[in-house]
């Protein structure tokens, strides 16, 4: 059995990956403190994976409960998920980003080191890349200058360290992930996005305004140079992603490796609630706001490295993400929160 420490292992992206890696011959260890997510995912997770989840209930920062997971089980491997990740409350709130994120990767990286575990997947961002130069993104573009947020500065200062770390000792497997915009949920409608509040993301915030929740969308600026003024994303379902994860393991190797996990097509916000009223005959109404500091106009991938190397690339579509989202959203209107 081989088993993979999953931090932050109950929330959304970590939730669907963990049913991959139980799919693929994996043992799913998790850790997370809840902050953002529910244990009713780690429940509904094991119950559609068929495993029996180890979970334990923590902050990733408390270095004596990573040593005790670590003394507990042989862990093989990790795949950092942990840390918080709103672009928006990251430019309100800084420290508290730079304390979490960066605290919690080098707590979990010397209990790694204590224990003699060296392969590490990172669940890093595009938001590194900050405000593109040249589109689309390839793993050599340019990463690090004029990033518009704190989040994106704590993922670009872990891909640092994870750096430094390869260079100081070359038998560590270290991966990095740069993720676009996961959207979707999985195809049972038991598990999804799942925020705490008023969405940050966007597909939530149309799900919870389909669902009634929310009045109507707010659409962050509509004056961007870009084909009719929203913001252009690349949306990558979150199975997709998930089975990224896995390949990522499977092709893990010496050194530090960085890979694009993204569909390598832009979709403005516009043409993503389209979609979703088309295909769930749904009417979503919006209104255009001011834009959100730390955004940008447009970001997508290019994705061929991941192709070429772990034989991944993505093969559902923006229409499955919609069908899927809303299928999550329409039978558990509070998400999982049974009340």
């Not at 959304?12 to 011959?25: D, F, P, V």
């Not at 429940?43 to 068929?50: D, N, S, V, W």
């Not at 050599?140 to 390869?166: C, H, M, Q, W």
């Not at 229409?319 to 558990?332: I, L, T, Y």
Request: hydrophobic share 35%; charged share 20%; glycine share 8%.
């Amino acid at each position: 059995m081989i088993n993979i420490l999953v931090t932050g292992g109950a929330g959304y992206i970590a939730s669907h990956t963990n049913i991959e890696l139980a799919a693929a011959g994996y043992v799913p260890i998790i850790i997370d403190n809840l902050s953002n997510s529910s244990k009713e995912a780690v429940i509904r997770t094991g119950e559609l994976a068929q495993y029996q989840s180890i979970f334990y209930e923590g902050d990733v920062r408390n270095q004596e409960l990573i040593e005790k997971i670590f003394s507990e089980h042989h862990i093989d491997a990790v795949i950092h998920f942990a840390g918080l990740k709103s672009v928006g409350e990251s430019v309100q709130k800084p420290l508290k980003y730079y304390q979490n994120n960066i605290d919690s990767t080098l707590v979990l990286l010397e209990a790694m080191r204590n224990h003699d575990c060296k392969t590490i997947v990172f669940s890093s961002s595009a938001t590194v890349y900050g405000d593109p130069l040249e589109l689309p993104l390839t793993e050599s573009s340019r990463v690090g200058f004029e990033l518009t947020n704190p989040y994106g500065k704590t993922k670009y200062f872990i891909e640092e360290i994870l750096r430094d770390l390869a260079v100081s000792d070359p038998t560590w497997n270290i991966t990095i992930l740069r993720y676009f915009n996961p959207i979707g949920a999985h195809p049972s409608g038991r598990i999804g996005e799942n925020p705490s509040g008023i969405p940050n993301n966007l597909l939530p915030f149309i799900s919870q305004v389909a669902v009634g929740r929310l009045d109507k969308l707010r659409i962050f600026g509509d004056d961007y140079s870009t084909p009719d003024g929203t913001g252009v994303r690349d949306y990558i379902h979150v199975m997709d992603l998930a089975r990224g994860h896995v390949a990522a393991l499977a092709h893990s190797k010496p050194g530090i490796h960085i890979y694009n996990l993204g569909s390598g097509k832009g979709t403005s916000v516009l043409d993503l609630v389209h979609a979703f009223e088309k295909e769930n005959s749904v009417t979503i109404p919006y209104e255009a706001v001011p834009r959100r500091p730390g955004d940008i106009a447009a970001c997508y991938a290019d994705a061929r490295k991941a192709k070429l190397e772990l034989d991944w690339y993505t093969e559902l579509t923006i229409e499955d993400a919609v069908r899927d989202a809303w299928n999550w959203q329409s039978h558990n209107p509070n998400g999982y929160d049974k009340s």
